[in-house]
């Protein structure tokens, strides 16, 4: 494990459902990202956050809705998604401070039926 | 907003000869430059990293070098080894700290 813990690894959800994916990190660290990464565009980025407060969005669809209740702790809440949503998404975080790059979770696996 | 170019996208060399991956960049205030590794079905993950400050960094068999001029950096693999294939992403990070990825570079280590 690098620190960063995503859960689950895997999710299968239908169209009309709602789950959320969870990330956490014990490194300290004071940014955290979400980023999608599919065959289309390797690693997306879908948002950032910062001493807990969002500072980037990229156009993200709505049905995308994150939450950073602290700096160790990511979610991305997710409702009725497309079947074009199936993709890996990954969390990462950072110092912040630009001193180092990322450190990635494992992902999740996100399959929409 | 930063842009990278990653090339080539897939990339073959035999057992023991050295790759190279080269980016572009297009924002002349990114100052830090990392490459990730991601192994089938694992995360990404940080092998060597460049400030632009420096020239060249290596670290064994890898080595990245940047030329700020022309806003490119390259990744360079010697003696490559099975365990090198991956897929490679070159990372520019400009000064409001968002990293934006290269598209990535699949290398296939040929025995």
């Known amino acids: 494990e690098t620190g960063v813990t995503q859960t689950p690894r895997h999710l299968v959800m239908g169209m009309t459902n709602k789950k959320s994916l969870k990330c956490e990190q014990h490194?300290?660290?004071?940014?955290m990202y979400w980023y999608k990464q599919s065959a289309k565009k390797p690693l997306e980025l879908m948002f950032v956050?910062?001493?807990?407060?969002?500072?980037e969005n990229n156009s993200v669809p709505s049905r995308f809705s994150p939450e950073c209740p602290n700096s160790s702790h990511l979610f991305l809440h997710l409702h009725t998604l497309q079947p074009e949503d199936s993709a890996l998404y990954l969390c990462?975080?950072?110092?912040?401070?630009?001193?180092?790059?990322?450190?990635f979770g494992s992902g999740t696996r996100l399959t929409v039926v | 907003g930063e842009n990278v170019e990653q090339h080539p996208s897939t990339l073959s060399v035999q057992e023991g000869d050295s790759a190279v991956i080269k980016c572009t960049y297009s924002?002349?205030?990114?100052?830090?430059f990392p490459w990730y590794k991601q192994e089938l079905g694992k995360r990404p993950q940080l092998i060597i990293d460049?400030?632009?400050?420096?020239g060249e960094k290596k670290d064994q068999r890898i080595a990245v070098t940047l030329n700020k001029t022309a806003k490119h950096f390259s990744l360079h693999i010697t003696e490559t080894q099975p365990e090198d294939s991956a897929v490679y992403f070159c990372?520019?990070?400009?000064?409001?700290?968002?990293?934006?990825f290269g598209k990535g570079t699949r290398l296939h280590i040929l025995p």
């Open positions: 490194l300290g660290h004071n940014a």
């Open positions: 990462a975080s950072s110092s912040g401070t630009g001193a180092y790059g990322y450190t």
């Open positions: 460049i400030r632009s400050n420096v």
């Open positions: 990372a520019a990070r400009s000064l409001d700290d968002k990293i934006i």
């Open positions: 924002d002349s205030a990114s100052n830090y």
């Open positions: 956050y910062s001493l807990e407060e969002r500072v």
